[in-house]
DNA sequence: ACAGGACGTGGATGCCATCGACCTGCGACT
DNA sequence: AGTCGCAGGTCGATGGCATCCACGTCCTGT
């Protein structure tokens, strides 16, 4: 990871679609040079796939919801986690610090499926309570932040 | 909207650096027709823009938080905002129901540099207070949703 | 019936991805 | 010190892709 490396993450983290010529003019080196720094990226784990950002509301999923989720006592955290995995709403899942183990932003369509998602949530077995905090809406999510060089 | 295009939407959700050809395969286009209908879908504003998804850690930011932010009475919501949007370190912002106007997704190198960012957001004109909790790991982030079909 | 538009196809053309051959600088070993 | 081996670069070739354009087809309103 040095700091061509770091450039071809900030080009590619702001759009992902740009050529590896593109790329090579951008960073002052062949095509195939960059070709093959990108695949170490990709291999190494760095660069862990590349998505389109989507506007949610137009896959009608114009729903954001937090669910803070306090797990039992007496359950494991790991099976938790899988059960919550199987439920396709949910986007992220942080363990977090604190007495809520898991945080959870969930995306769904309608207020009403929202609240069946956390019927099922407080069902799930390991699930001692939920609080659901609903957003408004996204002023923005994922925004790359500007890299700065860093030790290794 | 219809059904090849949410199909479309699925496959760069999934893979942004599909090439045409390859997304024509998928859909049984011509690659033409799917450079359109891609072109279009991204001045409609759909597609927002393409990311490559990189490990926060590899590049120096292995601490994840959620702040939650109290905004003084007195103030516009749309002010507090806009002074947010200079904190780089701040990846997400919700406007939320709840006291608690802003919900913020930050990322920081070091516990040390998250003391600072609250110090500075509680320093910020508008923030009545600030609620931190930090994320022992993400379980997963961004996890694209499989596609059903819905109404326009 | 027919004009117009939205949307598709196929062909042409120039750029890009990607492979292989080769060069170079550096660190490790003798 | 020489030199072996490797990491990482360049260049050139070639086949595939992006993209433009001309044209076909189907629907829709008049």
Known sequence: MDAIDLRLVELLRTNAR?????????????????HERVG????????????????PEAIGLGVTALISVVEESTTDADDLQELLREL?????CYFMAGV????????VGTIAEL??????LNRTPGVAST??????????ENRPRPLSPHSD
Request: hydrophobic residues 45%; glycine residues 4%; without cysteine.
């Open 18 to 34: 740009l050529s590896f010529a593109e790329l090579a003019r951008q960073v002052g080196l062949s095509a195939p040079a960059v």
């Open 40 to 55: 170490k990226l990709e291999s190494s784990g760095v660069v862990r796939g590349y998505r389109a950002d989507i506007d």
């Open 88 to 92: 396709p709403e949910i986007e992220t």
């Open 100 to 107: 809520e183990s898991f945080l959870l932003t969930v995306r």
């Open 115 to 120: 609240e069946r998602l956390i019927v099922r």
């Open 131 to 140: 609080r659901t905090a609903i957003a408004l809406s996204a002023k923005w």
